[in-house]
């Protein structure tokens, strides 16, 4: 695989990494987010809202079971309206849950793709956010070795998540990094350069005044694999569409010259007619 040196940037025609208001921390109608990814120059989009899971009760992270039949059906009534104009695909963004394993396959095998977006080891488990031991930060690698491992992802989002908190790189985070990128590399699975975390804005952690993700380390091991990455905008807001800021910011302060194979192109085929 051919690398090319970041020394530009290249916003993409694509955003695989859209919410919506369904998963309760995200604002806005769906029709809008394709307006907006229209406006701005996007020629592919997927909604990949926050995947359910059965017997779950958290309101404010994802959308409940009986919601994902009006969210399929939002998302093909826009693909027919706006098929002239934008190619958009039905997703979910999942976790690695053992106990939903099955659940998790079968949305596999149903979705157009799937985004793999580790915010925990398991439902109602404190979240990796503020977990962030060496142990909690082997056992994220583990997870998403083992997503990978299962075909589970299309994507792996904001491999890094787990320096959200964590006030100094160790050895486990270096460990844990190669492990999501021989992962990536043997699955052939792009890891995401996450745009949204820089929503946070910078903070002190540890000896270090940064955004929480992207984390420079990370991606420094990362372009040392024959892996691909994407950019997501991972967007609760239409607005997020417009957003050409958080190009310039992450490229800038994070990877301006670390030699990693960002994709010009990405199509999932569609699953749900």
């Given at each position: 695989m051919k690398k090319n040196c970041?020394?530009?940037?290249k916003i993409p025609n694509y955003n695989y990494h859209s919410h919506t208001k369904r998963c309760g921390h995200a604002i806005g109608e769906d029709e809008e987010y394709v307006?907006?990814?229209?406006?701005?120059?996007?020629?592919?989009?997927?909604?990949?809202?926050?995947?359910?899971?059965?017997?779950?009760?958290?309101p404010k992270e994802r959308m409940k079971k009986e919601e994902l039949k009006s969210y399929i059906q939002s998302v093909k009534e826009l693909q027919k309206k706006y098929k002239n104009?934008?190619?958009?695909?039905?997703?979910l963004e999942c976790e690695y849950y053992e106990?939903?394993?099955?659940?998790?396959?079968?949305?596999?095998?149903?979705?157009?793709?799937i985004i793999l977006g580790q915010h925990e080891p398991g439902l109602y488990e404190?979240?990796?956010?503020?977990?962030?031991?060496?142990?909690?930060?082997i056992k994220y690698g583990n997870l998403i070795r083992k997503a990978c491992e299962k075909g589970i992802p299309d994507i792996i989002?904001?491999?890094?998540?787990?320096?959200?908190?964590?006030?100094v790189w160790t050895k486990a985070c270096e460990d844990a990094t190669h492990m999501i990128c021989q992962s990536a590399s043997k699955y052939h699975i792009?890891?995401?350069?996450?745009?949204n975390g820089i929503r946070y804005g910078k903070r002190q952690i540890g000896n270090e005044y940064r955004y929480t993700y992207p984390y420079r380390k990370f991606w420094e091991i990362a372009q040392t694999y024959p892996i691909d990455v994407v950019y997501g905008l991972d967007a609760h807001d239409p607005k997020k569409y417009e957003d050409k800021k958080c190009y310039e910011i992450i490229h800038d302060e994070v990877i301006h010259d670390l030699d990693l194979h960002f994709l010009?192109?990405?199509?999932?085929?569609?699953?749900?007619k």
């Open positions: 970041n020394t530009e940037i307006i907006e990814a229209i406006k701005n120059g996007y020629k592919y989009m997927g909604f990949s809202d926050h995947a359910p899971y059965a017997n779950d009760n958290s104009e934008i190619e958009i695909r039905i997703g106990k939903q394993l099955d659940e998790i396959l079968e949305y596999r095998e149903m979705f157009d793709y404190v979240g990796f956010y503020d977990a962030n031991t060496d142990e909690d930060v989002a904001h491999p890094d998540l787990f320096m959200f908190s964590k006030p792009p890891l995401e350069v996450n745009l010009n192109s990405l199509k999932f085929e569609k699953k749900i």
